[in-house]
């Protein structure tokens, strides 16, 4: 505890006497100040005990010592010393009067006690109070150090509880809460998340306080929503990797904030720990990933071993994440796959699923399992990017500086892993033609084909191959491209097509024979009257 003026009154070699102000004695003192200028307020920064001996104060002067008391009040000042036997015998009852109607602290102080004593019993209860609070800092460091490595990071958000004497949790990359300290104080903290996200949006360190201190009573419930809360971000990049909460009933003193200063540098070697430890395993992940797309799931068993034999060993999708533009190569100041990774990464934590997430090259790999959180969580984050984006939003928040575009395979297995590759690869092409975030490969097989032949590679070949009948059509010796179609929508029926057309079926075979000349191929082979279809379909869709 810092010194206060009821310390300095139970001092016992001072011999102070209380004359007025006895129930504000509690008030910490910052430092003792001599000062015998008639004005010492642009001298005083708060906090102060003035002492004085009154030589220049007019000090049996009623409104004079009002005015005076209530300018060291405003200034801070939480106490005035007065020392008698020098200039006054005793402290001139206008000085009393004004010290106790302002409600100002006035201690009588002896003859026999000089100032400098009383400086020297503050100074040296500022140092006690700073030295307690140092070691308690540096064995409270000594017990989160202890936790950390024993019991991890939940342990240590229980030791830095426990330190502050309020609560403490711990969020991840995502923002979701990963740990807290006490239990209950999880449900406390799922309440910031909002916060958390504006938090993360600074790059780190970053801290925010919110609340203000002085709610309920600790009754073992969450229901505390007037606590003080200190959010500060971990990790060393340009994007904060966790954040910690710490709440408590008023702000902290200079043990509990060592405490938390230590707790966030323990975090922080863990989270980068964490990172380096993650990049070890991402190697791992690319050699696996590798191994499954040659074929040879044995040996991808064989190496994943633990980290990510469970995945193989159930159904997953593959997803292949990629950018809309060429230029999306973190130009922009951040890699386009953070959003996507953090919020894959971070449910299969949570659920404690397996995951595999590897960057290939300008694109990003993963393996999930199927129907698990990390497929949940894609979906989620690309339907909420699409949403952003179709609300006119660029979405940095998302990670999404030149457009992230997703495929995603239909359930497999490691015998099938390079045929999901090549679902997830068809699947992220029809994503960026259509201009959507995601596509499943599934959803390909239930749509239609036509709309594929949209493409403009597609257009250039049907407008190449039905050209020479389009020029024969022009001349007026003959309406071809009409007859093919009719023909090849009635599969060939002769009356059918005829009729349709209001022809004879001699003249249909007739302009059907031209169209064999003029295109040099044969109409009885399927695969011939199978491009005119298409080509015929893709330049109808202009």
């Not at 190569?329 to 659920?351: H, K, Q, Y």
């Not at 092409?429 to 599934?442: D, F, I, M, P, T």
């Not at 029926?493 to 000349?517: F, I, K, S």
Request: with cysteine; hydrophobic share 45%; proline share 5%.
């Amino acid at each position: 505890m810092p010194p206060t003026l009821a310390s300095l009154v139970h001092h016992s070699a001072l011999k102070l006497t209380v004359r007025a102000g006895g129930d504000r004695l509690d008030v910490p003192v910052r430092w003792a100040h001599v000062s015998e200028l008639a004005d010492p307020v642009p001298y005083m920064e708060g906090g102060e005990l003035l002492l004085i001996t009154a030589l220049k104060l007019d000090a049996e002067e009623p409104e004079a010592m009002r005015r005076y008391v209530r300018r060291l009040a405003k200034a801070g000042v939480v106490g005035l010393g007065f020392a008698v036997g020098v200039n006054y015998d005793d402290i001139p009852k206008a000085l009393v009067d004004a010290a106790e109607e302002e409600g100002l602290p006035l201690l009588e102080v002896p003859r026999r006690t000089p100032f400098i004593a009383i400086s020297k019993a503050v100074s040296a209860a500022i140092a006690a109070d700073q030295y307690r609070a140092v070691t308690a800092g540096f064995a409270a460091q000594r017990e989160l150090t202890k936790q950390a490595l024993t019991d991890g990071p939940q342990g240590l958000l229980r030791a830095l509880a426990a330190q502050v004497d309020g609560w403490a949790a711990l969020y991840d990359a995502s923002g979701a809460v990963v740990g807290a300290a006490p239990e209950w104080a999880g449900r406390r903290a799922a309440r910031l998340t909002a916060e958390v996200e504006r938090l993360r949006e600074r790059p780190a360190p970053a801290s925010a306080v919110v609340g203000g201190g002085g709610g309920p009573e600790r009754s073992g419930s969450d229901d505390r929503h007037d606590d003080r809360i200190e959010l500060h971000s971990l990790g060393t990049g340009r994007r904060p990797r966790a954040a910690l909460a710490v709440g408590t009933a008023s702000a902290p003193g200079t043990a509990e904030r060592y405490a938390v200063h230590s707790a966030i540098a323990l975090l922080t070697l863990t989270t980068e720990r964490s990172r380096s430890l993650h990049a070890a395993q991402q190697r791992i992940g690319a050699a696996v990933l590798c191994m499954l797309l040659a074929g040879e799931p044995d040996h991808a068993r064989a190496v994943a071993g633990d980290l990510y034999g469970g995945l193989l060993d159930a159904p997953f999708r593959v997803i292949v994440a990629d950018t809309a533009t060429a230029s999306a190569t973190g130009d922009a100041g951040g890699d386009p796959f953070d959003g996507l990774t953090e919020a894959v990464e971070s449910a299969a934590a949570r659920s404690g699923e397996a995951v595999l997430v590897v960057p290939e090259g300008d694109r990003l790999v993963a393996l999930v399992a199927d129907g698990g959180a990390a497929a949940a969580a894609c979906a989620q984050y690309t339907s909420a990017l699409e949403e952003t984006r179709a609300a006119g939003g660029a979405g940095p928040e998302f990670g999404d500086e030149d457009g992230l575009v997703v495929g995603l395979s239909a359930p497999a297995g490691p015998i099938a892993a390079a045929a999901a590759y090549k679902q997830a690869e068809q699947a992220l092409s029809v994503a960026r033609r259509r201009g959507r975030v995601l596509v499943e490969h599934e959803q390909l097989a239930a749509g239609s084909v036509l709309p594929l032949l949209a493409d403009d590679a597609v257009k250039a070949f049907a407008d190449g191959l039905l050209r020479a009948l389009h020029e024969h059509d022009a001349t007026g010796r003959g309406d071809l491209v009409a007859s093919l179609r009719a023909w090849l929508s009635r599969h060939g029926q002769w009356d059918a097509a005829a009729a349709d057309l209001g022809v004879h079926r001699h003249t249909l075979r007739y302009r059907m024979r031209r169209v064999e000349e003029i295109l040099g191929r044969s109409l009885d082979d399927p695969d011939v009257r199978m491009e005119l279809w298409l080509a015929l379909k893709a330049t109808s869709t202009e």
